[in-house]
């Protein structure tokens, strides 16, 4: 088991401390959201902490619209960029199948050296 340091230590013990007072921390939470005379936004507050406790934090969704223009010689560009990539792919294929089928030859069929290429 690791030894434990100063500041794991230290941070357990105000931990434990928060802990032992959570019951009253809520019950003093409680009371202000009920307290009368506290400010409404006061008491808001306490109701929105109380709430967080309870439930959990409220998500909050968040919407942006973009407007992206691409001018006619970039959307070109980008075509003739993927029409290139195709092409690649497409030839990258072709020596794939090319080899399989070479690997379908007989050993007798393969040439030994580069010598026998020629």
């Given at each position: 088991?690791a030894?434990?340091?100063?500041?794991s230590?230290?941070?357990?013990?105000?931990?434990?401390?928060?802990?032992?007072?959570?019951?009253?921390?809520?019950?003093?939470?409680?009371?202000?959201?009920k307290?009368?005379?506290?400010?409404?936004?006061v008491?808001?507050?306490?109701?929105?902490?109380m709430?967080?406790?309870?439930?959990?934090?409220a998500?909050?969704?968040?919407?942006?619209?973009?407007?992206?223009?691409?001018?006619?010689?970039?959307?070109?560009?980008?075509?003739?960029?993927?029409?290139l990539?195709?092409?690649?792919?497409?030839?990258n294929?072709?020596?794939?199948?090319?080899?399989?089928?070479?690997?379908?030859?007989?050993?007798?069929?393969?040439?030994?050296?580069?010598?026998d290429l020629?």
């Amino acid at each position: 088991m690791a030894k434990k340091t100063t500041s794991s230590r230290t941070l357990e013990a105000i931990n434990n401390l928060a802990r032992s007072h959570s019951k009253q921390a809520i019950q003093t939470i409680a009371n202000i959201m009920k307290d009368d005379d506290a400010s409404d936004a006061v008491r808001l507050k306490a109701a929105e902490l109380m709430l967080d406790r309870a439930v959990g934090k409220a998500t909050m969704k968040v919407e942006k619209t973009i407007d992206i223009s691409i001018q006619s010689q970039h959307l070109e560009a980008i075509k003739a960029a993927a029409v290139l990539r195709l092409k690649a792919l497409e030839a990258n294929e072709a020596k794939v199948q090319y080899v399989e089928n070479r690997a379908d030859l007989t050993i007798e069929h393969v040439p030994a050296t580069r010598h026998d290429l020629a």
